[in-house]
């Protein structure tokens, strides 16, 4: 079995965490250079250009197929958080609470889109199914992800205000999508032609709210209680969430008669979880006195291990494809 290579942007990834924690002098919260707006200027951008890439033809023709994408969208908006929910009686003040909620914050938002696509692709699974929940799976994140959120994050901070919230949605994710979604019929060309630039462009923006997020935890020393025993217990728990979210898909595909295409899209699509999106939302839903960087732990290991299994999988399911012919 050949495996393909590791993603070089967990190791960017790595590398920004390490730039925040040795050289944070411009991700300060005294610094000069203003970061902080260029990121949500690139925000705004990134949406603008889901939006241009967005076929309206293709989202209504994906519709088709609506048992499938209702499993995937069921399984990243509602089994994942319900499965989080579950251990939520055993969690306290302090640490575990902020650990909590990073999984949970983790487990409602969306998929992601073009690991998502290109995994499928590999397997020889349902490519265009794979294309539209990805796709549809962002929208309908900008809708429920506050909503699990508002749900715990009211209880604990005082200034969390979901009709703000939505307000900063609208504005920089919402309305940039909707703006691009109208002008695709002009310009979707240049963004297939450029799409190597757009997609180096979305991970520049993520790696700079990343180094922006680590800076702040670490002049807050929020990482000062979380030990290596802490660290592996948190990436236990992210791989014990995979997969039984990928075997749950997997059964409840086989209860439904799915062909195997369709499994491997259900499969793929429904655990997958957006570092882009929860880069972005995480500026927007916390408030300024939560530590960003634990917050984003889980999804980081979150998101390096889905990139690694996942590439895995494809990869076995491509070699049975090819030999079964």
């Known amino acids: 079995m050949k495996l393909g290579k590791l993603d070089p942007f967990i190791f960017a990834i790595v590398l920004a965490v390490l730039v925040a924690y040795y050289f944070p002098a411009w991700g300060s919260r ?108 962002g929208l309908i994140g900008i809708v429920l992800t506050p909503l699990w959120m508002g749900l715990f994050l009211e209880q604990n901070t005082g200034d969390f205000n979901l009709a703000d919230v939505y307000l900063k949605l609208l504005t920089e994710i919402l309305l940039p999508v909707l703006i691009g979604l109208g002008l695709h019929r002009f310009f979707h060309v240049y963004v297939q032609k450029y799409g190597a630039y757009l997609s180096l462009f979305d991970k520049s923006v993520i790696l700079l709210i990343i180094y922006i997020s680590f800076v702040h935890s670490f002049e807050d020393k929020v990482f000062e209680s979380v030990d290596i025993p802490d660290l592996l217990l948190i990436y236990a728990a992210v791989l014990v969430l995979f997969f ?51 917050l984003l732990l889980p999804l980081m290991l979150f998101h390096a291990s889905q990139i690694f299994i996942i590439g895995i999988l494809a990869s076995r399911l491509a070699s049975r494809k090819t030999k079964d012919g």
């Open 30 to 137: 005294q610094s000069e250079v203003p970061l902080e707006k260029l990121a949500s200027l690139g925000v705004s951008l990134i949406f603008f250009f889901y939006g241009l890439k967005l076929s309206p033809e293709k989202v209504k023709s994906g519709l088709k197929n609506w048992r499938l994408h209702v499993l995937v969208q069921s399984s990243v908006f509602l089994l994942f958080p319900l499965i989080v929910l579950l251990f939520h009686p055993l969690v306290y003040h302090g640490l575990n609470k902020q650990v909590w909620l990073a999984f949970l914050f983790m487990a409602a938002l969306p998929s992601t889109v073009s690991s998502s696509v290109v995994m499928v692709s590999i397997a020889k699974g349902n490519v265009p199914a794979a294309i539209f929940n990805a796709s549809i799976s």
């Open 244 to 294: 039984l979210v990928y075997f749950l898909i997997g059964f409840a595909a086989r209860k439904l008669g799915f062909d195997t295409e369709d499994k491997i899209t259900a499969q793929f699509c429904g655990t997958k979880k957006s570092l882009v999106h929860g880069t972005v939302f995480s500026k927007i839903l916390f408030p300024a006195s939560m530590p960003l960087g634990i």
